[in-house]
């Protein structure tokens, strides 16, 4: 069946950076778009990043344009979101996504999530 797990989360300071890391397993990865998506407390969920299967498409929201960077290592079945200069309004859980179709489909599967906590 389908797993991710992240890592790579932390508390970090404003300013700082960060990758994060999210392992994949049970499904063909390479022809797969893969997102990063994630949850300040007390929000709903935000699409942040999405891949393109051969990593030559890429997705970015608005207010991490510039700051974060998504990357993928087929050979390893790992996607990265690299995060810089980190706002305290970054803090939350980051969660990696399988998404269903293209780039900016439907997300049919996601992980346990990796905590991000930007605070000084």
């Known amino acids: 069946q389908v797993q991710l797990v992240e890592s790579g989360g932390g508390l970090v300071q404003p300013g700082g950076s960060l990758r994060l890391s999210c392992a994949a397993s049970?499904?063909?990865?390479?022809?797969?778009?893969m997102s990063w998506v994630r949850q300040a407390p007390g929000k709903g969920l935000e699409r942040v990043s999405d891949?393109?299967?051969?990593?030559?498409?890429?997705y970015y929201e608005d207010s991490v344009k510039g700051r974060f960077t998504i990357s993928r290592d087929n050979a390893k079945n790992t996607v990265y979101l690299r995060v810089n200069s980190l706002k305290p309004e970054d803090t939350a859980v980051y969660y990696c996504?399988?998404?269903?179709?293209?780039?900016?489909?439907?997300?049919?599967?996601w992980g346990q999530g990796t905590l991000v906590t930007v605070s000084s």
């Open positions: 891949i393109s299967g051969g990593g030559g498409i890429t």
């Open positions: 049970g499904f063909p990865f390479s022809s797969a778009v």
């Open positions: 996504a399988k998404v269903l179709g293209a780039v900016r489909g439907p997300l049919d599967a």
